[in-house]
């Protein structure tokens, strides 16, 4: 089994910048595709960026496309979310997830999922 843990979360102001990271521990995380979904109050969890196991490949949700940007570092287990300019609407619990797929991370599907970490953007 695969364990991921995110951290890197906090209180930051409108404009501002943070670095969220997923270690992974377990097995072969260079073989998953990454993702990061965020889940706001009162909201259901949607996708935020999904990253393929090459690296080569991304995805972002329209409304963070240019100011964040997925990466990993396999040789560290780890996948990074730089989200930058940050608004309050990005306001959530953000969660690691480790897929066997892209497309079905895009769906929402995961094999393995964090425990989150809350994003807080204050005004």
């Known amino acids: 089994q695969v364990q991921l843990v995110e951290s890197g979360g906090g209180l930051v102001q409108a404009g501002g910048s943070l670095r969220l990271s997923c270690g992974a521990s377990g097995r072969i995380f260079s073989s998953y595709n990454m993702g990061w979904f965020r889940q706001a109050p009162g909201k259901e969890r949607e996708i935020v960026a999904t990253?393929?196991?090459?690296?080569?490949?991304?995805y972002y949700k329209d409304s963070v496309n240019g100011r964040f940007t997925i990466s990993r570092d396999n040789a560290k287990n780890t996948v990074y979310l730089q989200m930058n300019n940050l608004k309050p609407e990005d306001t959530a619990v953000y969660y690691c997830?480790?897929?066997?797929?892209?497309?079905?991370?895009?769906?929402?599907?995961?094999?393995?999922w964090g425990q989150g970490t809350q994003v807080t953007v204050s005004a």
């Open positions: 990253l393929s196991w090459s690296g080569n490949n991304k």
């Open positions: 997830a480790a897929g066997i797929t892209t497309v079905a991370l895009g769906r929402g599907t995961a094999n393995y």
